[in-house]
């Protein structure tokens, strides 16, 4: 691998990361959805960069379906989605902004501090990434369990997805290449039950609170 494809893949990954974090930050939904695709297309330029650089075509395959579906797809969809229900905001998250942003800077040193000395031993040159993608799925994590509204969870659960997905292509080269694809599937699937699931709780609650749920207890 050249020093410039290596700072590029870096460069790549550090974007997508940073694009995590600024997901807690966020109290505009609105916002968290361009913030999720724009990590998205970093994700795809770092798979584009590890088929030229390691000459694994199967990855090419890989990133543009990561542009079609994440880029593309899954942001107008859950645009779409918010606008037919009327969300716009965050509100009574179980984290505060502050809270989130602080955790998200943990989480990263976490992944660091358990995943990074481990690294250096993989047998593929990209393991590097592996620290990067670690931290994005914990900071996708902590979305999904800190925010009340339903929408903001599903979008936890993609970005949770893409770390797994920038550890895939780091640490396989491509290999499971039918594994991601299927992956791709359930991804949309995913949508769609979200739409219902938000349709449904819309029509029951008049709201998309994932709390309102408690309401069926007992």
Known sequence: MT??????LDLAAAVALVAAWLCL?????????????????????????????????????????????????LPWYLTTVLRS?????????????????LAGLGL???????????????????????????????I?????????????QVIGLLVMNNGIFLAGIALTYGTGFVVELGLAANLLVLAIVARIFLNRMKDTFDTVDADALRSLEG
């Open 3 to 8: 020093d410039l494809g290596t700072l590029a």
């Open 85 to 101: 229900l009327g969300v716009t905001r965050m509100v009574n998250m179980y984290a505060s902004v502050r809270t989130s942003a």
């Open 25 to 73: 930050v966020h109290t505009r939904i609105a916002a968290l959805v361009s913030t999720y695709a724009v990590q998205s297309a970093a994700i795809a330029v770092a798979a584009g960069l590890v088929a030229y650089l390691y000459q694994a075509p199967d990855i090419y395959v890989l990133a543009g379906m990561v542009v079609a579906l994440n880029v593309v797809v």
């Open 140 to 152: 996708g994590f902590f979305l999904l369990i800190s925010r009340r509204k339903a929408i903001v």
């Open 108 to 138: 990263l040193l976490l992944a660091a501090a358990v995943v990074g000395p481990v690294a250096p031993y993989a047998a593929v040159a990209s393991a590097g990434l592996l620290p990067i993608s670690t931290a994005i799925l914990l």
